[in-house]
C-alpha cells in the first residue's frame, strides 16, 4: 500500500512540476524515487561555492588529460 502511495505522489509531483510547480516543492524524491523527507539528507544544497569546485576540478582534469595525450 506505500508503494502504491508514493507511486501515485511521484506520478503528482511530475505532473505539477510540468505545469509549473518549483522542484523544492515537491514532497517526493524524484532522483531516488521516495519521499523527500527519507532522503534529504543525500542532497547537498546548490550553492556557487560548490558550483565552482566542480567547474574548476572538470578543468583540473581536462587539463592533466590532454597533457598526457600530447606528452607533457
Do not use: F, N
Not at 515537491?26 to 534529504?40: E, F, I, S
Not at 543525500?42 to 598526457?68: K, N
Amino acid at each position: 500500500m506505500v508503494i502504491k502511495r508514493l507511486t501515485a505522489a511521484i506520478e503528482r509531483d511530475d505532473r505539477l512540476e510540468e505545469a509549473g510547480m518549483h522542484a523544492d516543492d515537491r514532497v517526493t524524491c524524484w532522483a531516488h524515487q521516495a519521499w523527500a523527507a527519507d532522503c534529504a539528507d543525500r542532497h547537498v544544497p546548490l550553492t556557487a561555492g560548490r558550483v565552482l569546485a566542480e567547474v574548476l576540478e572538470s578543468d583540473r582534469i581536462r587539463y592533466r588529460s590532454a597533457g598526457a595525450a600530447t606528452g607533457s
